[in-house]
C-alpha cells in the first residue's frame, strides 16, 4: 500500500496526465522525486494562495554577484526547499558550483527520503534521452 500516492505530471509541460485512471498516479519514491522538482520549480510570490511560499529566486539570488558567498547562499536556499518537501530525511553529496565566466550555476545532491535515495540537479536532459513517463 503506498504511502504517498499523486497525479503525475508531463516532465516538459507539467500539465497533468488524465484519462487513464490509475497509470495517471505516481507512488512513494516517484511522488516525492516529483514533488522537490515542483518545490524547486515555484518561486516566491507565484502562487495565488500562499505568497510566501517558493524559492526566493527574485527576492534572493537573481541580481546578486556571482562568487563563493552568493553560490554558498544560493545552495542554503536550495538545500532548505529539499529538506522541506514530505517525506525527505536528509542530503547527501551536495555539489554546486557558479562559473563566472558564462554566468552559470550548477546544482546536484542525493536526496534522502523514506523510500530511497533520489537524485536533483538542475543540468539539462541529453535530448536523446527519452524522459519517463
Do not use: H
Request: charged share 10%; net charge neutral.
Amino acid at each position: 500500500m503506498p504511502t504517498i500516492t499523486v497525479r503525475k505530471l508531463n516532465p516538459t509541460t507539467w500539465e497533468p496526465f488524465q484519462g487513464n485512471g490509475q497509470s495517471n498516479f505516481i507512488s512513494d519514491i516517484d511522488a516525492v522525486a516529483q514533488i522537490i522538482k515542483q518545490r524547486l520549480q515555484l518561486l516566491q510570490g507565484e502562487w495565488w494562495a500562499d505568497t510566501n511560499d517558493g524559492l526566493p529566486f527574485w527576492q534572493s539570488i537573481a541580481g546578486y554577484a556571482g562568487g563563493a558567498n552568493s553560490a554558498q547562499n544560493i545552495n542554503l536556499l536550495i538545500q532548505a526547499r529539499i529538506l522541506g518537501t514530505p517525506f525527505v530525511t536528509g542530503l547527501t553529496s551536495v555539489n554546486a558550483a557558479y562559473n563566472p565566466a558564462n554566468r552559470s550555476y550548477t546544482f546536484s545532491a542525493t536526496v534522502q527520503t523514506q523510500f530511497g535515495a533520489v537524485t536533483v540537479t538542475n543540468a539539462p536532459t541529453p535530448p536523446n534521452r527519452a524522459l519517463p513517463q
